[in-house]
């Protein structure tokens, strides 16, 4: 399409000169602008689009958007002035994909935990039943059943609009997407239209972008006050955020609980190693899966897809054959030896106490719970104490390691995370940072019947260290032990 035309499909304001040159394609990246492109300049939170707007011309660029004062030496590029740049991208990366998100059924799941498993649970229940569905998520994207690496839990807007356009163009009918509260706050998903959107929970995360929980949570929210009179709301009402994401969305308003009264409701009878036996919305059902976090998943899957108009029967015999998410409470049995390993992404406050309050209530008498936990460098360093705490108390023993350090000290985050530790549970814990190292040690400690915890880094299959990212799989490391 031509420029004013890819502007008049974004409602964005055009009087340029080169109105009727073809574009050839966007980017908000100066280093991928090729001839014809137009170049959208964002103020991010460490680099300024702005600043490389000479680089875009030079590259090819057309036009370049802007939203604050710009010195460029090329007067035959169009200049494009917007309010909010990041909010432009979205819309014009929509617009110049041919709106994408209209072509299809699109779910964004948002909260700071079970996002993962639940778009996964859904695509995986969606693929059963025989639909093309697509994925977004922090694991993997999926376009049915061709699997295409993942960077970030939401992408840039350009790189979803493209992804999207592909889902569409392969046949999906339904794509879900994890909506993460950076990409919410910093407009990746505007210019997109939902069938609907789904709150998890909340609890601590994030603090080192949104810098206080209120503007985490507001950031959430704002996905909630975008949706459209038709789409649906659908939130966990046994969290006590639940109500304020409802709080001025146009979108029809739904809850799903296990404690409470709600359009969807889920009753744990039994939780065992070998998975949960429920009854959800009057039928029983026995699951695969394992833990009351998973219980909160699998309603909420059932949840959307009842909102899609698909039968409680299809829904719940599907539900009742899947897994779960890579690296979400994988367990690997070292039949050998009696011992169960659960490797976990477990990387927040909230998500690391479910974790252990789940096995911890499996173990046996006369076994053991061993946990390896770590921290991520560069990031809420608030969460360090209060992991390590956990790990602690709920553990037989406990070792603190590395996560992803990236270029902080790796010692100074163990040292957070040992503050935390109670009088009482400080001969509970070791500090070993070799992540491996820490994970041939719990192998050591483990005797038959034992439960060891291996949680931080989850589907990871890399560590991050002096800004090099290292081939490192946590799932590996320990087949690679049990099979030596």
Same mark, same amino acid.
């Given at each position: #399409?031509?420029?004013?035309?890819?502007f008049d499909l974004a409602n964005i304001p055009f009087n340029g000169?080169?109105?009727?040159?073809?574009?050839?394609?966007?980017?908000?990246?100066?280093? /991928?602008?090729?001839?014809?492109?137009?170049?959208?300049?964002?103020?991010?939170?460490?680099?300024?689009?702005?600043?490389?707007?000479?680089?875009?011309?030079?590259?090819?660029?057309?036009?370049?958007?802007? &939203?604050?004062?710009?010195?460029?030496?090329?007067?035959?590029?169009?200049?494009?002035?917007?309010?909010? !740049?990041?909010?432009?991208?979205?819309?014009?990366?929509? $617009?110049?994909?041919? $709106?994408?998100?209209?072509?299809?059924?699109?779910?964004?799941?948002?909260?700071?935990?079970?996002?993962?498993?639940?778009?996964?649970?859904?695509? &995986?229940?969606?693929?059963? #039943?025989?639909?093309?569905?697509?994925?977004?998520?922090?694991?993997?994207?999926?376009?049915?059943?061709?699997?295409?690496?993942?960077?970030?839990?939401?992408?840039?807007?350009? !790189?979803?609009?493209?992804?999207?356009?592909?889902?569409?163009?392969?046949?999906? %009918?339904?794509?879900? #997407?994890?909506?993460?509260?950076?990409?919410?706050?910093?407009?990746?998903?505007?210019?997109?239209?939902?069938?609907?959107?789904?709150?998890?929970?909340?609890?601590?995360?994030?603090?080192?972008?949104?810098?206080?929980?209120?503007?985490?949570?507001?950031?959430?929210?704002?996905?909630?006050?975008?949706?459209?009179?038709?789409?649906?709301?659908?939130?966990?009402?046994?969290?006590?955020?639940?109500?304020?994401?409802?709080?001025?969305?146009?979108?029809?308003?739904?809850?799903?609980?296990?404690?409470?009264?709600?359009?969807?409701?889920?009753?744990?009878?039994?939780?065992?190693?070998?998975?949960?036996?429920?009854?959800?919305?009057?039928?029983?059902?026995?699951?695969?899966?394992?833990?009351?976090?998973?219980?909160?998943?699998?309603?909420?899957?059932?949840?959307?897809?009842?909102?899609?108009?698909?039968?409680? /029967?299809?829904?719940?015999? *599907?539900?009742?054959?899947?897994?779960?998410?890579?690296?979400?409470?994988?367990?690997?049995?070292?039949?050998?030896?009696?011992?169960?390993?659960?490797?976990?992404?477990?990387?927040?406050? %909230?998500?690391?106490?479910?974790?252990?309050? /789940?096995?911890?209530? #499996?173990?046996?008498?006369?076994?053991?719970?061993?946990?390896?936990?770590?921290?991520?460098?560069?990031?809420?360093?608030?969460?360090?104490?209060?992991?390590?705490?956990?790990?602690?108390?709920?553990?037989?023993?406990?070792?603190?390691?590395?996560?992803?350090?990236?270029?902080?000290?790796?010692?100074?985050?163990?040292?957070?995370? &040992?503050?935390?530790? +109670?009088?009482?549970?400080?001969?509970?814990?070791?500090?070993?940072?070799?992540?491996? &190292?820490?994970?041939?040690?719990?192998?050591?400690? +483990?005797?038959?019947?034992?439960?060891?915890?291996?949680?931080?880094?989850?589907?990871?299959?890399?560590?991050?260290?002096? *800004?090099?990212?290292?081939?490192?799989?946590?799932?590996?490391?320990?087949?690679?032990?049990?099979?030596?």
């Amino acid at each position: #399409m031509n420029l004013s035309t890819l502007f008049d499909l974004a409602n964005i304001p055009f009087n340029g000169s080169n109105g009727n040159m073809t574009v050839s394609g966007i980017a908000i990246d100066s280093r /991928t602008v090729k001839a014809n492109y137009v170049f959208i300049a964002i103020e991010g939170s460490t680099q300024d689009g702005h600043e490389y707007i000479d680089s875009a011309i030079k590259a090819g660029a057309i036009a370049v958007v802007v &939203q604050k004062a710009a010195n460029y030496n090329e007067e035959s590029v169009d200049l494009i002035k917007v309010s909010d !740049s990041a909010k432009a991208a979205g819309l014009i990366a929509s $617009a110049y994909y041919g $709106a994408p998100s209209e072509k299809v059924k699109l779910v964004g799941i948002t909260g700071t935990n079970g996002k993962t498993t639940t778009v996964t649970l859904l695509h &995986q229940l969606f693929s059963l #039943m025989g639909i093309r569905a697509g994925l977004i998520s922090t694991v993997e994207n999926i376009i049915g059943t061709e699997v295409i690496p993942s960077t970030h839990t939401t992408p840039d807007p350009v !790189s979803l609009n493209e992804l999207l356009a592909k889902m569409a163009d392969g046949g999906c %009918d339904y794509v879900f #997407m994890e909506v993460s509260s950076h990409a919410a706050h910093q407009q990746r998903i505007s210019g997109l239209r939902f069938e609907g959107g789904v709150f998890t929970n909340m609890s601590h995360d994030h603090l080192d972008y949104h810098n206080t929980f209120d503007e985490y949570i507001a950031a959430k929210k704002s996905f909630f006050d975008g949706l459209r009179g038709e789409s649906f709301a659908l939130v966990n009402i046994d969290d006590k955020r639940g109500m304020v994401m409802l709080q001025n969305t146009k979108a029809k308003q739904y809850t799903y609980s296990i404690r409470k009264s709600a359009d969807f409701k889920g009753k744990i009878f039994e939780n065992t190693l070998e998975g949960l036996e429920m009854e959800i919305d009057q039928v029983h059902v026995h699951l695969r899966l394992i833990g009351e976090f998973n219980a909160y998943n699998v309603v909420c899957a059932y949840g959307v897809a009842s909102l899609l108009g698909f039968s409680k /029967t299809e829904i719940l015999t *599907g539900l009742s054959a899947l897994a779960g998410a890579r690296g979400r409470f994988e367990t690997i049995r070292d039949i050998n030896r009696g011992v169960l390993y659960i490797v976990d992404y477990a990387h927040t406050p %909230d998500a690391l106490e479910k974790v252990l309050k /789940t096995i911890h209530a #499996m173990v046996t008498k006369q076994a053991s719970l061993i946990s390896v936990v770590g921290c991520g460098g560069n990031r809420d360093g608030a969460k360090r104490p209060v992991m390590g705490g956990l790990a602690a108390k709920w553990s037989k023993e406990a070792i603190f390691t590395d996560d992803n350090p990236r270029k902080e000290d790796p010692v100074s985050i163990t040292d957070a995370m &040992q503050s935390g530790v +109670a009088a009482d549970d400080r001969e509970k814990v070791l500090i070993i940072n070799d992540r491996k &190292q820490a994970i041939h040690t719990a192998f050591r400690l +483990a005797k038959k019947g034992d439960i060891v915890l291996v949680a931080g880094k989850g589907h990871e299959t890399y560590q991050e260290i002096n *800004g090099v990212k290292h081939d490192f799989d946590d799932r590996k490391v320990i087949e690679d032990i049990i099979g030596n």
